[in-house]
């Protein structure tokens, strides 16, 4: 059992985890502007900003999945009421994937519609895949019953972390779908990263049924 001291002690801590957090996904999230270039060149300015509609995409694209990752992420930490080390561990391995969504965006961005797209596509989806499986490692443990004293605020078979596991199941499947359609098309690959942005950003839906 926790004492009260002991569990203020824990709550302070978990607090300090998601602030530190939230301070990493600001900085992601503002780093991705870094791409949209001002133009300078001879060309017309309307015609030079409509040439650079790849960076438009791909920066609207992985602002809206950095934010909706950090939605997930403060929806996670909001069901937990104390962290242990592998779970910091787990979540600064999350943090890395989020930390490196700048450079593959600027990566889609500078060579969309060019011979490199769908390279560069791979590499976009692919760290989509290694975040996705980073945020269902640190879930997994963190709602696992093996935990003593638990995690979590509520029960481990409760609906909404059944609701939870139901929906983050789906995350590597679907990107590492991404990442193979990007051996064909680029544009279908970017396309399915922003579908699942969107499908994330909904909250999973609490079911009673059982999930392993």
Request: hydrophobic share 50%.
């Amino acid at each position: 059992m926790i004492d009260a001291h002991g569990s203020a002690q824990a709550e302070r801590e978990t607090g300090r985890v998601e602030a530190f957090s939230d301070g990493v996904f600001a900085i992601a999230i503002t780093l991705l502007v870094l791409d949209l270039k001002v133009p300078r060149g001879p060309e017309p300015l309307a015609r030079q900003l409509l040439d650079q509609w790849p960076s438009y995409v791909a920066f609207l694209t992985s602002f809206g999945t950095i934010g909706i990752m950090w939605l997930n992420h403060h929806r996670l930490f909001s069901l937990m009421h104390r962290v242990d080390h592998l779970l910091l561990v787990l979540n600064g391995l999350l943090l890395l994937g989020v930390t490196i969504t700048p450079f593959p965006t600027a990566l889609v961005a500078d060579h969309f519609g060019q011979p490199g797209a769908r390279l560069a596509a791979g590499v976009y989806s692919g760290i989509f895949v290694v975040i996705a499986i980073f945020f269902n490692a640190l879930w997994r443990y963190a709602s696992s019953p093996r935990r003593a004293p638990s995690i979590l605020k509520v029960r481990h078979d409760s609906a909404e972390v059944h609701a939870i596991h139901a929906q983050y199941r789906m995350g590597p499947i679907f990107y590492l779908l991404a990442f193979v359609l990007s051996f064909w098309s680029a544009t279908a690959s970017v396309a399915v990263c922003a579908g699942l942005a969107l499908f994330f950003a909904i909250p999973p839906r609490r079911q009673t049924a059982g999930i392993s």
